[in-house]
């Protein structure tokens, strides 16, 4: 076997993706979760919590590199900084971090983690990878079914988005940990942009529903970033190739 590779946030839905990517290159692979799981097909658990700095150090022991993927709704900066001290001093050769398009253009607290986690990585001394991704699919139809719920679908004016699979960016991770330090790499984006209206049609036919579309602001600083496409990557970006309706034809379980 080669090198163990320490992997945060291993259980969620990109961990689940690119933990078997790594395994079927021939990576020892261990896994730092809040929550205790037993040990199973080359793949290791250590217990920990990456904002309270527990058990950091045992799950660093022996691992040359380190993928990133550990995020929350609030604290992630704090965590990633927990993450880069303790790596430093175990010795770690390459840090690869995932973090997410707009985080230095869209003024939200949660996108100023994101900043900031980035910083922390790049300022830490080891050889270092960050991709921007733009937001998967899963939490794009997280935010649809949830509007759906509702009599009226709110559309916020000028929000658009470029979903992505995931098992597309957990491709490009695993490429990009086995491969060399790359420092800020290209964005990866899905392979077309959507209004929120875009998304809901789609989803609403496949479920046999209908809703009235109803236009909204969004206020403040954060709307006109939207409203600006703050939140996109229009230019150069890395593109996959995974369409929003073989997405959802697939999840659903019915064609499109």
């Known amino acids: 076997m ?7 946030g291993g259980t969620g839905t990109l961990g689940g993706h690119v933990v078997p990517l790594l395994r079927a290159a021939g990576h020892d692979v261990r896994i730092l979760s809040r929550n205790a799981c037993p040990a199973a097909d080359g ?5 920990g ?3 309270k700095g527990e058990g950091v150090e045992a799950a660093l022991d022996g691992a040359q590199t380190v993928l990133h993927l550990a995020g ?3 604290g992630d900066d ?3 900084r927990n993450l880069v001290r303790a790596a430093s001093r175990a010795g770690v050769r390459h840090l690869v971090y995932i973090s997410v398009i707009g985080a230095d253009r869209v003024p939200l607290a949660w996108m100023r983690t994101k900043l900031e986690s980035e910083r922390a990585v790049a300022g830490s001394g080891i050889p270092w990878t960050t991709l921007r991704a733009a937001q998967f699919h899963d ?4 935010m649809v079914e949830k509007m759906a719920r509702l009599p009226v679908f709110p559309v916020p004016g000028g929000l658009r988005l470029q979903p992505v699979d995931s098992r597309e960016v957990a491709a490009r991770l695993a490429e990009l940990t086995l491969g060399a330090p790359s420092g800020l790499v290209p964005d990866l984006t899905g392979p077309h942009v959507h209004g929120l209206a875009d998304l809901a049609r789609p989803y ?3 479920r046999g529903r209908r809703r009235p579309m109803l236009p909204v602001r969004i206020p403040g600083k954060a709307g006109r970033a939207y409203r600006a496409g703050a ?3 229009l230019r150069g970006p890395e593109e996959g190739k995974r369409t929003w309706e073989e997405f959802l034809a697939e999840r659903l379980g019915q064609g499109a």
């Open 78 to 80: 704090e965590a990633t």
């Open 139 to 142: 939490l794009a139809l997280t």
């Open 204 to 206: 609403l036919r496949l």
């Open 43 to 47: 793949v290791d658990y250590v217990t």
């Open 49 to 51: 919590d990456l904002l």
């Open 72 to 74: 929350g709704p609030k």
């Open 231 to 233: 939140n996109l990557t």
């Open 2 to 8: 080669t090198s163990s590779i320490l992997v945060t």
